[in-house]
């Protein structure tokens, strides 16, 4: 996986959502490198190797996994890794999976289905999946913004893509293949049983202004882990390190120095 990389000290590892790429977490790379090993990747099949042969699948649980080798071939670690959106969903069952790769996970509105027990089989209301479809169809079709301006104001908030920065639209365009192979692959729900799998030290972050179904996640991993910790950026949506990074940057640094507190004491 292409990574960039800057700073010293423990590693951060932070892992993009859809139509993104390491290029996401610049305000990270730039607000917490003077501190810490900041490690952003770029996920199979995204930017800058977009031309990924089709004999790599395109899935949620490969990259998971593709995550825990990438830190045993950077010879670092284990790590504290920020996941965003898809990447959250992508950096949970990386920690079930992995725990050895692990020293603390952050979730930043983590995508996929809620499960709540005794509750119908969770998946995505038909809408979504409805505006999802029509997304896909349009960038494939060639009305590439119009499909990127559908999905994007979805997750985030009417008209965020209309005001969204020139850097971010570029990240997008350059992304924008992924979208339809990302609906092919759906995120699995959360369920209470493999959420108690995570044993690590657990951050929540959420934008005040995000959609309803990530808060709703967030509420329920924070139920099932009472030992984790929740965060809300004021006056954010859904990309909310981008719109407000100084204050999620200082979430990060604060719970990556207690945890790291409370693993001397421990010790």
């Given at each position: 996986?292409?990574?960039?990389?800057?700073?010293?000290?423990?590693?951060?590892?932070?892992?993009?959502g859809?139509?993104?790429?390491?290029?996401?977490?610049?305000?990270?790379?730039?607000?917490?490198?003077?501190?810490?090993?900041?490690?952003?990747?770029?996920?199979t099949?995204?930017?800058?190797?977009?031309?990924t042969?089709?004999?790599?699948?395109?899935?949620?649980?490969?990259?998971?996994?593709?995550?825990?080798?990438?830190?045993?071939?950077?010879?670092?670690?284990?790590a504290?890794v920020i996941?965003?959106?898809?990447?959250?969903?992508?950096?949970?069952h990386?920690?079930?999976?992995?725990?050895?790769?692990?020293r603390?996970?952050?979730?930043?509105d983590?995508?996929?289905?809620?499960?709540?027990?005794?509750?119908?089989?969770a998946?995505?209301?038909?809408t979504?999946?409805?505006?999802r479809?029509?997304?896909a169809?349009?960038?494939?079709?060639?009305?590439?913004?119009?499909?990127?301006?559908?999905?994007?104001?979805?997750?985030?908030?009417?008209?965020?893509?209309?005001?969204?920065?020139a850097?971010?639209?570029t990240?997008?365009?350059?992304?924008?293949?992924?979208?339809?192979?990302?609906?092919r692959?759906?995120l699995?729900?959360?369920?209470?049983?493999e959420?108690?799998?995570?044993?690590?030290?657990?951050l929540?972050?959420?934008?005040?202004?995000?959609?309803?179904?990530f808060?709703r996640?967030a509420?329920a991993l924070?139920?099932?882990?009472?030992?984790?910790?929740r965060?809300?950026?004021?006056?954010a949506?859904?990309g909310?390190?981008?719109?407000?990074?100084a204050a999620?940057?200082?979430?990060?640094?604060?719970?990556?120095r207690?945890a790291?507190?409370?693993?001397?004491?421990?010790?």
């Amino acid at each position: 996986m292409p990574y960039v990389e800057r700073g010293a000290g423990d590693l951060l590892l932070f892992v993009h959502g859809s139509l993104c790429d390491y290029r996401y977490w610049q305000p990270q790379l730039d607000g917490l490198s003077d501190r810490y090993r900041c490690v952003a990747v770029s996920l199979t099949h995204y930017w800058p190797n977009a031309d990924t042969p089709a004999r790599f699948p395109f899935s949620w649980s490969r990259h998971a996994d593709e995550l825990a080798e990438f830190i045993e071939r950077l010879g670092a670690g284990p790590a504290h890794v920020i996941g965003h959106s898809r990447g959250g969903a992508v950096s949970f069952h990386f920690a079930r999976r992995h725990a050895r790769h692990l020293r603390t996970l952050t979730l930043a509105d983590p995508g996929g289905p809620l499960q709540i027990a005794g509750r119908p089989l969770a998946r995505l209301p038909e809408t979504v999946n409805a505006l999802r479809a029509r997304a896909a169809q349009l960038i494939e079709a060639g009305s590439v913004d119009a499909g990127l301006q559908l999905f994007v104001d979805s997750v985030s908030r009417p008209g965020f893509w209309a005001k969204s920065t020139a850097a971010f639209r570029t990240m997008a365009l350059d992304n924008a293949h992924t979208l339809a192979r990302q609906f092919r692959d759906p995120l699995p729900a959360y369920v209470r049983d493999e959420a108690v799998q995570v044993r690590c030290p657990l951050l929540l972050i959420d934008g005040e202004k995000s959609p309803e179904m990530f808060k709703r996640t967030a509420t329920a991993l924070a139920s099932w882990l009472p030992d984790a910790r929740r965060k809300t950026v004021h006056g954010a949506s859904h990309g909310m390190n981008l719109a407000h990074p100084a204050a999620f940057n200082r979430y990060i640094d604060e719970f990556v120095r207690d945890a790291s507190v409370t693993h001397r004491g421990a010790a």
